[in-house]
């Protein structure tokens, strides 16, 4: 099994990016998708996760109306658009598959390896 995250990097407050991150060695469609993301020096949290159908999302409030989850089944790929970024936004970004709804650290059966991305001011 394996998620590679892309698309990190060294950007300006008020820029944007895409991350992507690509599934193999399972079912992708049959998992939840999720991102995560770690700043320096604090604990890992729950940035945004969207439904095998792609019908349902949910945000952190730190991010809700900036960014946007979506995936692609065809693809195996989970995306998220990152729009008006900013420095507390600077974090290695983890994605995750989970067997349930909604998805939390506890019942994430798969993470990637995470992609930086730092936002400066």
């Known amino acids: 099994v394996q998620l590679q995250a892309s698309g990190g990097g060294l950007v300006q407050a008020g820029d944007s990016l895409r991350l992507s991150c690509a599934a193999s060695g399972y079912t992708f469609v049959l998992y939840y998708m999720g991102w995560f993301r770690q700043a320096p020096g604090k604990a890992r949290e729950f940035v945004s996760s969207i439904s095998i159908s792609a019908l349902t999302q949910q945000y952190s409030d730190s991010v809700k109306g900036r960014f946007t989850i979506s995936r692609d089944n065809a693809k195996d790929t989970v995306y998220l658009q990152m729009n008006s970024l900013k420095p507390e936004d600077t974090a290695v970004y983890y994605c995750?598959?989970?067997?349930?709804?909604?998805?939390?650290?506890?019942?994430?059966?798969?993470w990637g390896k995470g992609t930086l991305v730092t936002v400066s001011s």
């Open positions: 995750a598959a989970g067997s349930s709804w909604p998805i939390g650290e506890a019942n994430v059966r798969y």
